[in-house]
């Protein structure tokens, strides 16, 4: 367990936290633009998957901010901080076609797995077990959502 004498490594996974988050956030707005804007012969199976994955994101980013104030530390909450944050690229001003859609998305959910994996890496050694639990839970939400939207490719 992270003890408040351990501040660097509490700040550390606090910042560490906080790309979580704003990556998650961009890839909220990115899934929920996307829900908005697509079209073609899939539209109504992918505007539900990508509803509901946005869904579940937002859901998320109040538990990867309170985790970051757990750990004594200020959780990012503007579009700034997240541009500069965010390791997910924001959605392009005009909507690209429902393939380009899926496969960006099914692209950021697998960077979201691997950002988390190594959080939970980087929290478990620091004997973090609540933030490695966190990151666990996170990565099979990403796995899950990548997989979905692979299968609409194939």
């Known amino acids: 367990m ?11 996974i606090a910042a560490k936290l906080g790309v979580v988050l704003a ?3 961009t890839l909220m707005l990115k899934s929920q633009n996307f829900h908005w804007n697509v079209t073609g012969p899939n539209f109504g199976p992918l505007h539900e998957l990508f509803g509901k994955q946005y869904d579940e994101l937002f859901t998320a980013l109040d538990e990867l901010a309170e985790r970051i104030r757990a750990l004594d530390s200020i959780a990012p909450g503007s579009f700034a901080a ?3 944050l965010s390791t997910i690229k924001d959605a392009p001003d005009a909507p690209p076609s429902h393939k380009h859609m899926i496969g960006e998305l099914q692209k950021d959910h697998e960077a979201m797995s691997a950002l988390c994996s190594a959080l939970r890496e980087f929290a478990d ?4 077990t609540a933030t490695g639990d966190l990151m666990n839970g996170r990565i099979d939400v990403h796995d899950k959502a990548a997989w979905m939207l692979r299968a609409h490719l194939a």
């Open 2 to 12: 992270v003890t408040k004498t351990d501040s660097n490594s509490r700040g550390a």
């Open 82 to 84: 997240y541009a500069k």
């Open 125 to 128: 050694d620091a004997g973090d």
């Open 23 to 25: 990556s998650s956030f």
